[in-house]
Structure formats: C-alpha cells, structure tokens
C-alpha cells in the first residue's frame, strides 16, 4: 500500500463523512437561525430555549435521512471491502 493509496482512502472516507454530517449541521443551523431571531424579536434571552426545537428537528432530519444515510455508509463500506484484494501485497 502506497501514499497515494492511503491518501485516496482518506479522502473518501472525509467526503462521506462531509456528505452524511452536512444535511444535519444545515438542520441544526437553520433551526438555531430561526429561534435566534425568534428570541431577539421577542426579547426572550433564555439559552434552554433552543435546543429542543433543535434536538426534535434533528431528530426529524434523521427519520427522514436515515435510509439515505445508512445507503450512503453501506455503499462506501463495501467499496473499501471490494478494496481489500488489492491492497493486500
């Protein structure tokens, strides 16, 4: 196995994971947006105030995602076990 092999690998492994965080940190962002502006036009400055609609919200996220999510790290997995063969020298 080669340095170049290593840093293919590596990569993929950061662009999937990129791939299957990004969908749930946009939700937790855009959720975190909303009550923000919520609080400041309301003047509610209580910090326990948002992180329920954003734990429910991810909690959605992840019902919807999960086939999506679970398809995504099944087909790299079996990309890195079609690998083995030729890594091994």
Known sequence: MNSETVMSMTYMAMKVAL?????LLLVTLVVGLIISIFQAATQINEMTLSFIPKLLA????????GPWLITTMVDYIQS??????????
């Open 19 to 23: 791939i299957m965080a990004g969908p």
């Open 58 to 65: 991810v909690g959605a996220a992840l019902v919807l995602l």
């Open 80 to 89: 890195l076990f079609a690998q083995i063969p030729g890594l091994v020298s």
